[in-house]
């Protein structure tokens, strides 16, 4: 009540439609907790491609220093291989990591135009109690679509399949030359 008290357009809403007050506040509140929600996914993404450059940098230095001590030792230029090949792996799964939180944030902001959109229309239209669950039932599909978006991860064998066509690209650059 303090709420709708607080807003003059609440409160001469809450006298004409009771039930249309409560669904807004109700609206308010959901967008909200999807904000809080974004914004500790966009945090722990951070975090995590945070680690994974340390991870890279740390790799990088090791390739380093593998490669200045001894050039001619077999053991040392396995090991250098190894820790190159988990660096390109490293390298393409923060690659794909930022792509998807690029592709989940574009989703987001499309859902939430979309919302806006048929929430706006509701009201120009005038919509009844029948036709707004409709339209909430249309938003639950959307966001419930998102939600199954955001749980999909990128398989690892594709970014395996991309690291080997690279180096076989750049193997084949290399004979190329030759």
Known sequence: MKKIMADEKLAEMALADPKRVKRVLANRQS?????????????ELEQKVQILQTEATTLAAQINLLQLTDGSNSM?????SA???????????????????????????ALTGEVQRLKIAAVEL???????????????????????????????????????????GTANKHESRE
């Open 83 to 109: 820790v190159a090949t988990q660096n390109n792996e490293l390298r393409f799964r923060l690659q794909a990591m930022e792509q998807q939180a690029q592709l989940r944030d574009a989703l987001n902001d």
């Open 31 to 43: 967008a909200a907790r999807s904000k809080e929600r974004k914004m500790r996914y966009i945090v």
């Open 76 to 80: 040392a230029q396995r090991d250098s």
């Open 126 to 168: 005038g919509i009844g109690d029948s036709c707004s669950s409709n339209a909430m039932a249309q938003q639950h599909n959307l966001m419930f679509q998102h939600q199954q978006l955001q749980a999909t991860p990128i398989p690892f064998y594709q970014l395996q399949h991309q690291q080997q066509q690279q180096q076989n």
